[in-house]
């Protein structure tokens, strides 16, 4: 028995996703290829492929890969969190800065 679990999508990434999925449409379109043939070569139902082209929050992430490799796109996948800029930036504060050792004043050094 599946529980049915409510998504809180925030109305900004409720419109990310919309615009991958017109993205994913517009791309299968451009190779001139069916719901149909999409479908089949992804191992997912017609309307998975539509719901996938409608940006759907409930669709799986591994399923929007299966659909990407599908219409030959499966290394875009490879592009999310690809520049995190702020997470190197958070790391970067938290970076310990190496304490430098006390330098001698040239006159007192030693000659060899």
């Known amino acids: 028995m599946s529980k049915h ?3 809180v999508i925030y109305p900004s990434m409720k419109k990310k996703l919309e615009t991958m999925g017109k993205q994913i449409k517009l791309a299968r379109l ?8 999409v479908a089949e070569r992804a191992n997912v139902s017609k309307t998975t492929v539509w719901a996938v082209e ?4 409930t669709v799986a992430m591994g399923i929007y890969a299966c659909v990407l ?7 875009d996948i ?11 930036a958070m790391q970067d ?7 430098r050792a006390s330098s001698k004043k040239r006159g007192d050094e030693s000659t060899v």
């Open 69 to 75: 490799a599908a219409i030959g796109l499966g290394d």
């Open 30 to 37: 451009r190779r001139n290829l069916t719901v149909e043939l």
């Open 93 to 99: 504060l938290n970076l310990r800065v190496r304490a």
């Open 5 to 7: 679990t409510e998504y």
């Open 54 to 57: 409608k940006g759907s929050p």
């Open 78 to 88: 490879l592009l999310l969190a690809k520049d995190d800029e702020v997470g190197r």
